[in-house]
């Protein structure tokens, strides 16, 4: 209760809440702890480096860009040693082990930049599919509707609507730190900007 008393005030977050734990610990809920590793440090109890560690960690596995694997390796291991020497009392939860320990092999053994098999696409997707469901499928029949739905579907995720749609937008969710652009191969034509997430404030804040 400590700990999610200190976030609700020092961070106005809501966190493990008995009245809807499948709604306060959502990716957007980490990133703006993450967004202040200073604070998030603090109420924790553990070093802000450990912190950015798992930050720099988290944003590189969800881009789209192919990982470095020894740079990532590296990190890693740095990473486990250092939770091992602060919060060795706690048991290395299995997806922090697979991560840290085994993230490599996962890597190498993915075809693709590990970041396009989140599931975040289609997640997102559920609101459209509800959507479409609601206003652009006949209710005649069960068949019926799933056939309109999928139409739906594979219209809007044609290609040239994807890239038209998107032509000239950026894409600040996913703006790359200095230490994530050094576990990364980026296109040399591609833009990098700082990520403004980083904490200046100071500890009194």
């Given at each position: 209760?400590?700990?999610?008393?200190?976030?609700?005030?020092?961070?106005?977050?809501?966190?493990?809440?008995?009245?809807?734990?499948?709604?306060?610990?959502?990716?957007?809920?980490?990133?703006?702890a993450f967004a202040h590793p200073i604070?998030?440090?603090?109420?924790?109890?553990?070093?802000?480096?450990?912190?950015?560690?798992?930050?720099?960690?988290?944003?590189?596995?969800?881009?789209?860009?192919?990982?470095?694997?020894?740079h990532f390796e590296r990190l890693c291991?740095?990473?486990?040693?250092?939770?091992?020497?602060?919060?060795?009392?706690?048991?290395?939860?299995?997806?922090?082990?697979?991560?840290?320990?085994?993230?490599?092999?996962?890597?190498?053994?993915?075809?693709?930049?590990?970041?396009?098999?989140?599931?975040?696409?289609?997640?997102?997707?559920?609101?459209?599919?509800?959507?479409?469901?609601?206003?652009?499928?006949?209710?005649?029949?069960?068949?019926?509707?799933?056939?309109?739905?999928?139409?739906?579907?594979?219209?809007?995720?044609?290609?040239?609507?994807?890239?038209?749609?998107?032509?000239?937008?950026?894409?600040?969710?996913?703006?790359?730190?200095?230490?994530?652009?050094?576990?990364?191969?980026?296109?040399?034509?591609?833009?990098?900007?700082?990520?403004?997430?980083?904490?200046?404030?100071?500890?009194?804040?």
């Open positions: 209760m400590k700990v999610k008393r200190a976030f609700k005030r020092e961070m106005n977050l809501i966190v493990d809440s008995a009245n809807s734990p499948g709604n306060t610990l959502t990716g957007n809920v980490a990133r703006k604070k998030f440090a603090q109420i924790i109890g553990v070093s802000p480096m450990l912190v950015s560690n798992f930050f720099v960690i988290w944003q590189t596995l969800a881009s789209k860009h192919l990982i470095r694997v020894e291991a740095e990473t486990l040693e250092l939770y091992m020497s602060e919060v060795g009392w706690f048991n290395l939860p299995p997806t922090l082990h697979k991560i840290l320990v085994h993230g490599r092999e996962i890597i190498e053994a993915s075809p693709v930049p590990i970041g396009l098999t989140s599931e975040e696409s289609s997640e997102s997707n559920n609101k459209f599919i509800r959507k479409y469901l609601l206003h652009h499928t006949r209710k005649t029949s069960q068949l019926d509707t799933m056939t309109d739905l999928v139409h739906r579907l594979l219209a809007v995720s044609d290609p040239l609507l994807i890239a038209k749609s998107f032509k000239g937008k950026k894409d600040k969710s996913r703006s790359l730190t200095s230490e994530m652009t050094e576990l990364l191969h980026i296109p040399e034509n591609e833009n990098i900007e700082e990520s403004s997430d980083k904490e200046t404030d100071s500890d009194d804040d």
